[in-house]
C-alpha cells in the first residue's frame, strides 16, 4: 500500500496550488519536487480560482494569515471542491489568536477538506471551537504518549467522524483517521521539532499524495506521514559533526528526493487501531 | 566576452532592486549576493520609485502577484526607464491565470524592458497574447529541442524584434535573442528543473550582469545563462550519496559563489546562430 | 556572564514574536529554534497584540515594509510595551527611502524599544532624523574601524543616551551601549556580508537573548553579538573547497544551534569602552 502510494506521486506528478505561509513556502515548493509533485503559489482573489482549476489539489496553510489571503482560500477551497479536487488544511496556530481560531472554523464551514493535518493543541483547539496553543507549537500538557494514546485515538476518531473529513495528528505519535480506523505512526524524530516548517511541509507533500491516489486516501495521508518520518531518520543518521537543524532541513529535503518504495514500506512503523 | 562580462560584475558589485515572489526571494538574494551583486527587495508603491533610483537595475518578477505589487511594479518600472536603467521581466505562470498573462502584458506595454526571460510557455503566452501554461513549468509539448530547435530559433528572433527586447527562453536549451543574434546555450543539466526558483534566480542574477555590461547586453544575458547552466554542473559533480534537490540548490549557489571567469569561459556551451 | 545568557536561552525557550520582512523569515525562525528560543510570526492587524501578549519578546524588522504591516508593528509595538515585554527594532535599510527612515522614526516615537540594531549607515540615518544608505548595506564612507572607533563609541554612547534604548551598530567591529557603557566585540568575519539575513538572524536571535535574560540586558545583546560573530567563525572553519554562500549560511546556524555556553565564553573578543 506504501509503496504504490509513494509510486503514484512519482508518476502522477501531481500540480498541488498552495496558498500557504511565507516563512517556509520556499520548502515547501522544494518538498514538493522532491517527492515527485510540482507545486505552484498563488494568493490573489483575482487568479486563486483559476490557478487551483489547473492543479490537482490545494493546500491551505494559515501561517502567516491576512485579510486578503483569508478571502482567496475560501475562493479557491469551493472552487476545488466544486471540481472535486482534494483539499487539506494546515491550521497553523489556531488557538494562538482569534484570528487563526475563527478563520480555521470558517474554513471548515466553507469548504470540505479531505485531510485537515496539525499538531494536538491545533486540533484540539479546533474540536472545541477555541483553544490556547503554545505560539505555533504544541502545549506540553496536549502532547500524544503511550500513556494517553487510547484516549487520543478515541479523540481522532470521533473528531474525524463528526467533520467528515480525515484528521491527521503528528507529533511523536502521529494519528491519522478517517473515523472508523485510525493508524498510529510511530516514524519520525524529535529533532524535527527545531526545524521550522515541518508540519507545513508535510502538509504540502500529503496534498500531492491524496491527488496521486484518489481512491484510497487514508492510506495516501498515512504514506505521506510515514515518509517524513522516515526523512527525518534518514537525515539524522546522515548528520556528521556539527551540523545542526539547517543542513537537517536540507537533509530532509533531501531524503524525500531519493525515498525509494522498498524503503518507505519496510521503514514504515504503522500500527491500525 | 563571457569573461570579462563576469568580471565586471564583481568589480562594479550592483546594486539591484527586486520585486520578487515570497517564495523564492531568499535565493535571489542570495545568488546576487554569490555574483558579485547586491539585493534589495522593496514592493510598497510608496518607497518603490525612490528605492530603483538608488539602485543599477530593477528585476520584476511575478511569481506571487497581488494587485498591490502590480502597481508598485509599474512605477518601478517607469521610474527606471526614465533613469535610463537595466530592467528584466520575468514573467511567471504567464499563461497559467489572466492575472499573470495580463499583468505580463501591460507590464510590456507601460514599461520598456532589456530582457524578458521565462520558459518557452510563458514566451508563447506573451507572443501570442494568451496561453496555457502547467503552473509554473513549461508544458512538455513546448519543450525546446534539437528537432524543433530552428523553428524556435525564428520564433525567439521574430519576437525579440517586435517587442524591442531581448528574449531569453530557458530550458533544455537556452536561446537568448535581440532580433537579429541567437545564442543557443547547452550549459545546465536537467536536475535543476527539482529546485524551486532557478529561474528567479537567474533572472536576479541577470539583471546584474546587464547593469555591469551596459554597453552589451545580449552578451551579458547570455553570460549570466551560460554561468547559471555552468553552476549546475558543477553542483550536480559535488553531489554525494543521498544528497538530493535541498543541497542541490545550495550547492549551486555556492558555485556561482565560486565560479571564476576562466571557468566560466572554458566551459560555456554556446553556439551562435 | 556570556555564558549564563546562553544557558538562560535554553532553559527558558523564550517565545519570540516576530514582523520581519519576507526574504529572510525563514533563516530568522531558524536561527531561533537553533539557539533555543522558538518562533512566531504574525502580522494581521487583527492579531498582533493578542499573539505579542502570548510571546516573551517582538522582533519588528522593516525590511520589506508596506502599509499593512506598519501599522501592525506600531499596535505590536505599544501591546509589548503595556505588557513590559522586551522589543527590538531592527531598521533594515533605513535612509534608503523616506517610507523607511520615516517609519523607524515613528516607531521609535511610539514604541519603547530595548534595542535598536542595525548597521552603521541605518543607526546614524536615525541620529540625524535623515540619511542615505546603499541599499541594506552600509555606506563604505561609514564603516566602523579602529581609526575612527573612540568617534563611534562616543556617538553610539550619545545616541543611546538621547534614545533610552540599547543601540547596536554591526559590522567588522560590532558596538552595543547602553549611553554609560559600551561593548566593542570583535567577532565575526567579513564573509558574513556575503550572506543575505545574517543582521535579520542577530536580531530575532537577540530578542530571545533579552527576554531570556530580563535583569542584564546589555550583556544579553552583548552575548548575541558574540555568538552570531563566533558562529561565523565556527561555520568558516568547517567551510570545504567548493562551499560558498549558501552553504555558508547553513553552516552558522548549525554553529549556533551547536554552540556551547563554554565555547562562546571562551571565543568571545570583548573590549569594555
Known amino acids: 500500500m506504501l509503496q504504490q502510494c509513494l509510486e503514484n506521486v512519482r508518476k502522477n506528478a501531481p500540480l498541488i496550488h498552495n496558498i500557504t505561509n511565507y516563512v517556509t513556502v520556499n520548502d515547501v515548493a522544494n518538498i514538493l519536487l522532491a517527492c515527485g509533485g510540482s507545486p505552484i503559489m498563488a494568493d490573489d482573489q483575482e487568479e486563486v480560482e483559476e490557478i487551483t482549476s489547473i492543479c490537482g489539489g490545494l493546500n491551505i496553510n494559515i501561517g502567516t494569515l491576512n485579510h486578503n489571503t483569508i478571502f482567496s482560500m475560501i475562493l479557491a477551497g469551493k472552487k476545488s471542491n466544486e471540481l472535486g479536487h482534494k483539499v487539506v488544511l494546515d491550521p497553523v496556530g489556531a488557538g494562538a489568536s482569534k484570528l487563526r481560531t475563527e478563520t480555521a472554523l470558517r474554513l471548515m464551514r466553507e469548504v470540505k477538506f479531505d485531510v485537515i493535518r496539525g499538531n494536538i493543541s491545533e486540533i484540539k483547539t479546533l474540536a472545541n471551537g477555541s483553544g490556547n496553543t503554545n ?27 463528526r467533520v467528515g473529513s480525515i484528521i491527521a495528528i503528528t507529533g511523536a505519535i502521529d494519528l491519522v483517521s478517517d473515523g ?3 493508524y498510529a505512526i510511530r516514524n519520525g524524530r524529535k529533532e524535527m521539532g527545531r526545524i521550522t516548517g515541518t508540519g507545513c511541509q508535510l502538509s504540502g507533500m500529503m496534498t500531492a499524495y491524496l491527488v496521486a491516489n484518489p481512491e484510497s486516501i487514508l492510506e495516501a495521508a498515512t504514506a505521506s506521514i510515514c515518509a517524513m518520518g522516515l526523512a527525518g531518520e534518514i537525515a ?23 525515498m525509494t518504495a522498498e524503503e518507505l514500506a519496510s521503514a514504515a512503523k504503522i500500527e491500525r487501531r
Request: with cysteine; hydrophobic share 35%.
Open 135 to 161: 505560539g505555533v507549537d504544541a502545549n506540553i500538557a496536549d502532547v500524544v504518549t503511550e500513556e494517553n494514546l487510547e484516549e487520543t485515538i478515541a479523540f481522532v476518531k470521533a473528531f474525524a467522524k
Open 180 to 182: 472508523d480506523t485510525c
Open 236 to 258: 539524522y543518521n546522515r548528520m556528521q559533526e556539527g551540523d545542526g537543524n539547517s543542513t537537517y532541513r536540507n537533509r530532509i529535503i533531501d531524503a524525500i528526493y531519493n
